[in-house]
């Protein structure tokens, strides 16, 4: 056995402890004062992100085992009941949605649609130009584009378009990439902003953030994988994937490892970002939106990814749940570092891809 299936049945042994512990609310995940706060323990962003790594690891090796921590941990949280309904919460519905399709349960189904309908049909509201608000469980985030939304909420969409049929859902997760791209990705740098608000029409603090950076590295590709794209947007995701690639290439660590704070050597080195941009690159460059010249940039990360899996299967060095920087960028510098069921998941999907 090679150091990557080693690493990968490390992860696996370490992926439910870390996905059943008590978040930490506090840490940028869930606010006091929540109804039904205990359903949202278990229905997050950071459950939903680490579900879907599962289920790429499930569908590339066919291990029945992974299969069953799928189905056992969707089957409690529906028969526990489901919390509200928002951009963060939504995320779980990308790995059901594969789910439901590949094991014809209805049930699955059923609420895979009744909340892509919420999102699709206005249950969510809109910012100006009709871009998703990043709605979170204890914030509305009025009139705010986050890059975490894609990941979170727009893939989900596209997925149920692809299972569905749905030109009208693959329609608007084509027009909510795009203008989530217009707002967030910096023309002149090649990175991207982590949010962007029509209240003053700026980018807060201005933060280059390596974890939101990092899921449009991996959201991009996912989507020309999941649904037909004009050969002229595909080029366009192509040429914005090599300008971040780019980008962060001359900003990587020589450990091999990105800042929490891409562009600032001050800010802590992070491991979800890291994996997360690794995943990205090989997944783009499969895909031909990347040259394969780039591949050396995923191959630098690498052993940096294989260092921060310990020996309990526990992603280290990742940076815990993250709101907006809203006024410097020192609040990225302060998220405390913990692991979390998405550093889980994106080491698990760069090490699927280098295999």
């Known amino acids: 056995m090679d150091i990557i299936d080693q690493k990968l049945d490390l ?27 205990e ?25 029945k085992e992974y299969l069953d921590i799928l189905t056992n941990y969707y089957d409690q949280r529906i028969k526990e009941g489901l919390p509200g309904k928002n951009v963060n919460t ?4 990308l790995a059901l949605s594969f789910l439901a399709e590949h094991l014809h349960r209805q049930d699955y189904m059923d609420v895979c649609i009744e909340w892509t309908e919420w999102l699709f049909n206005g249950g969510l509201e809109k910012t100006k130009e009709g871009g998703y608000q990043h709605r979170t ?22 997925n149920m378009g692809r299972i569905l049929g749905r030109k009208d859902y693959m329609d608007e997760a084509e027009y909510q990439l795009l203008l989530h791209i217009e707002h967030l990705a910096d023309p002149i740098t ?9 209240k003053g029409n700026h980018h807060f603090a201005a933060a280059f953030w390596g974890r939101g950076n990092s899921w449009a590295t991996i959201a991009l590709p996912l989507f020309v994988e999941t649904i037909p794209l004009s050969n002229a947007v595909k080029r366009y995701v192509s040429t914005v994937i090599t300008r971040q690639v780019e980008a962060i290439a001359k900003l990587q660590d020589p450990s091999g490892y990105w800042h929490t704070l891409l562009d600032k050597e001050d800010s802590y080195l992070e491991s979800s970002c890291t994996c997360g941009f690794g995943y990205g690159i090989l997944k783009s460059i499969k895909l031909g939106l990347l040259d394969e010249k780039y591949r050396s940039v995923a191959e630098k990360a690498l052993p940096a990814a294989l260092k921060a899996i310990d020996e309990n299967g526990v992603v280290q060095m990742c940076s815990g749940g993250t ?29 699927i891809e280098e295999k």
């Open 137 to 158: 469980t204890d914030d509305f985030n009025d009139q705010e584009l986050w890059d975490d939304t894609l990941m979170m909420s727009v893939l989900p969409l596209a």
């Open 190 to 198: 090649g990175l991207w902003y982590h949010g962007y608000t029509f």
């Open 39 to 63: 359903r949202y323990k278990y229905w997050e962003w950071t459950q939903g992100v680490g579900l879907f790594g599962l289920w790429k690891l499930y569908e590339k090796t066919g291990n």
């Open 323 to 351: 709101p907006m920087g809203r006024e410097s960028q020192d609040f990225y510098r302060n998220i405390p570092v913990h692991p979390m069921p998405y550093g889980q998941a994106m080491a698990m999907l760069f090490l």
């Open 90 to 93: 939504m995320a779980p519905i």
């Open 11 to 37: 992860l696996i042994k370490g992926f439910l402890p870390v996905l059943c512990s008590d978040p930490d609310f506090d840490n940028g995940v869930l606010a006091s004062g929540i109804a039904n706060r």
